[in-house]
């Protein structure tokens, strides 16, 4: 019989409807069940693509003798991190403080009142490498709530205590300078390994937020340094199995075997990465050239659509780990990996030894059971690209007969906006008007299911109807950066208007007296503690997304306001870029942009025409483009901004000095930072 997740709108808590344990999705009335039963609330915290939360669900949730544990003694509560990332901020501090760790599936042991007590993550159902079990776990913790009560409500309370102590402060702290800029690139020279390029350590997630600020650095300060840095990880990350080789797109995450061998990735695929991959790959190839970046912006951007566009017009949000084989066991990367015959099979002798040689396919295997992940296996040496491309092709098609992975259809805002902003940006650069078309059907959503009349977003979205939660400060951060970047591209006044009923939000309702910024808004629900975290993760922290979108929307309008809370809001990149920079790299780039001016460019003339392209290929940092004509009032920019002899006319401002206008494109992309034709 369905518990109460049934007539949930995440897919997630859709997967654990069926579970025997009487789950609770996060409401008000299971902490009363809670309080009146007189019994702890277990708290899990998951998403859909997480790998070993399906481990766990299956081995722990599915179980009957351990779901009956667990409805006898606890109030159990499911939450998806992607639904409510302010529960799951709040709770994975209170986790990591306490464990120094933390991760998904996330455990959390409360008291009615929402205080923690006891945390983890994942636990086996038999015990085992120094783990406890699952079941040892809950009896640990029933027998503490039933005869050491007292202590438990001391852990409680002095968790949240400390908890709700860590405030930040920094928020007005100065302005981020030239030496904060470079201290920050400094540090990032140590972490990285030359050798390899990418970043030191087993684990390596892409660090999309700091390329962004490594090529903004290197085109406003000229530091060969930066480019070098962003060009060695993105062409690590696009030769490794990160990156799938046959479909396009990028994984989680990769990991550095023991034994030694080729990266192994997780295989789940997210929109947010995929999204900011995109648009990193496509500015690398506005500031190299590179033949690479651009392949693999437009096969990223090409994945988004074809594997994770709703019906509705949006972005679903992942694609699992796992998948059925051919034995019919349901297994992590079987939709991805290839043997020698699996080849053969698709290609033929010959092209199957090509592909072989090219993708890393051995006998032996360099993943599980024979099986190889594909990566790009030599390196400077000459490929036939048509051939590459022709078995890729194939490939592809013969994979979609494969059974292929679960896809999570929740559409979050936040994650959303990352992908307009990539794939208007990425169809005006390539010329592909399709792309531009998709990014607009997905902003069309927005407006339609998540913005509400008064412009307060919701935070996600299944089968064109809202899941109910509001959305917290990345939504409106990252939403209101997609829609500057469709307005840049598409000449349409109308997404600069959206965007700045999104900012006045934040504005009024996430914006502190000091300029610090909070994760959610001042009449959201009230959790132990505010969240309140300046730090990226695997996306910009809302912090930054936001500052950033504020500093555009000011440079668009004038708005002394909005200027005033984006210079706030980045004191926060002064006190962390020199000590964490791979930690606040959207924070960076929005200080290089601020340091920059940003540059205002108005073209008075067609939208989509010569002049129009040259300053969206600028390399200037955070520039803000308006396009279109001079009579319209979408743009404050364009206001007064003639067409000088009839010609499409340039003019670009910074720091309110402007240049004389220029109806030259040479001249516009030199004064940007670029070559008229972005090569």
């Not at 096969?299 to 994770?308: G, K, Q």
């Not at 194939?394 to 902003?421: S, T, Y």
Request: with cysteine; proline share 5%.
């Amino acid at each position: 019989m369905p518990n109460r997740l049934a007539q949930a709108t995440s897919p997630y808590l859709l997967q654990h409807a069926d579970n025997p344990v009487d789950w609770w999705p996060w409401e008000t009335d299971a902490f009363e069940e809670a309080r009146r039963r007189d019994v702890p609330v277990f708290l899990s915290v998951g998403y859909s693509a997480c790998h070993w939360c399906h481990v766990m669900a299956h081995e722990s949730f599915e179980d009957d003798d351990t779901a009956a544990y667990m409805n006898e003694h606890f109030v159990s509560v499911k939450v998806d991190r992607e639904e409510r990332p302010d529960v799951d901020a709040v709770y994975m501090e209170a986790v990591q403080a306490a464990t120094g760790q933390g991760g998904w599936p996330m455990s959390v042991f409360m008291t009615p009142d929402g205080e923690p007590f006891y945390f983890g993550t994942y636990f086996p159902p038999e015990a085992r490498h120094g783990m406890a079990s699952f079941r040892q776990v809950l009896e640990g913790v029933h027998n503490a709530w039933t005869s050491r009560r007292d202590e438990v409500g001391e852990v409680a309370g002095k968790i949240t205590r400390d908890l709700a102590e860590r405030e930040l402060s920094i928020g007005d702290a100065e302005t981020p300078t030239e030496e904060t800029q470079a201290l920050a690139l400094f540090q990032l020279t140590r972490d990285i390994d030359s050798a390899s390029g990418w970043f030191r350590g087993d684990t390596k997630f892409p660090p999309s937020m700091v390329i962004e600020f490594l090529l903004r650095h290197h085109a406003r300060a000229g530091s060969v340094a930066a480019l070098e840095m962003a060009e060695g990880l993105c062409g690590a990350m696009a030769r490794s199995s990160l990156y799938d080789q046959v479909g396009g797109g990028f994984h989680r995450y990769v990991l550095t075997p023991r034994t030694g061998g080729p990266l192994v990735p997780h295989f789940e695929k997210m929109l947010y990465d995929n999204a900011l991959l995109c648009r990193a790959y496509a500015h690398l190839w506005r500031s190299t050239g590179s033949e690479l970046a651009r392949r693999v912006a437009l096969e990223t951007a090409d994945f988004m659509v074809r594997e994770l566009r709703t019906p509705e017009g949006g972005f679903a949000s992942a694609l699992d780990a796992d998948s059925e084989d051919g034995a019919g066991r349901h297994v992590e990367g079987a939709y991805y990996v290839w043997t020698p015959e699996q080849l053969r099979e698709v290609l033929g002798d010959q092209d199957a030894a090509f592909a072989a040689e090219h993708f890393g396919v051995t006998e032996q295997g360099t993943f599980e059971e024979g099986a190889s992940v594909l990566r790009l296996a030599r390196t400077g040496t000459v490929v036939d690209a048509g051939r590459a491309a022709d078995v890729r092709a194939k490939l592809l098609a013969a994979r979609e007969l494969r059974p292929r992975p679960g896809r999570d259809d929740k559409v979050v805002a936040a994650w959303n906006g990352l992908a307009i902003a990539a794939l208007a940006e990425t169809g005006a650069y390539f010329g592909r008007p399709d792309l531009i078309e998709r990014a607009t059907e997905a902003a069309d959503l927005l407006v339609r299911v998540h913005m509400g009349d008064v412009a307060r977003l919701t935070r996600t979205s299944k089968d064109g109807r809202t899941g109910g939660h509001a959305g917290v400060l990345e939504d409106y951060g990252d939403v209101a950066e997609g829609f500057l970047a469709l307005a840049a591209v598409t000449g349409e006044g109308v997404w600069l208007e959206f965007a700045g009923f999104l900012l006045d939000i934040v504005l009024q309702h996430f914006t502190g007296e000091g300029g610090q910024l909070y994760d959610t808004a001042d009449d959201a629900e009230k959790l132990i503690r505010r969240p309140q975290d300046p730090t990226d993760s695997a996306t910009p922290a809302g912090w930054t997304a936001a500052a950033g979108a504020l500093l555009s929307y000011a440079a668009y309008t004038g708005s002394k306001a909005h200027r005033t809370a984006a210079e706030g809001a980045l004191g926060v990149v002064k006190a962390l870029g020199p000590r964490v920079p791979r930690f606040i790299g959207w924070g960076l780039a929005v200080a290089e942009a601020l340091l920059d001016g940003p540059r205002e460019v108005a073209v008075a003339g067609p939208v989509g025409g010569a002049l129009h392209r040259t300053a969206l290929l600028g390399r200037a940092p955070g520039a803000v483009v308006a396009a279109g004509e001079t009579a319209g009032t979408e743009f404050p920019l364009l206001a007064d901004r003639p067409m000088v002899g009839g010609a499409p006319t340039a003019y670009v401002c910074r720091h309110f000095v402007c240049d004389a206008p220029t109806t030259d494109r040479e001249a516009l992309a030199r004064s940007l930072g670029s070559s008229p034709s972005g090569d």
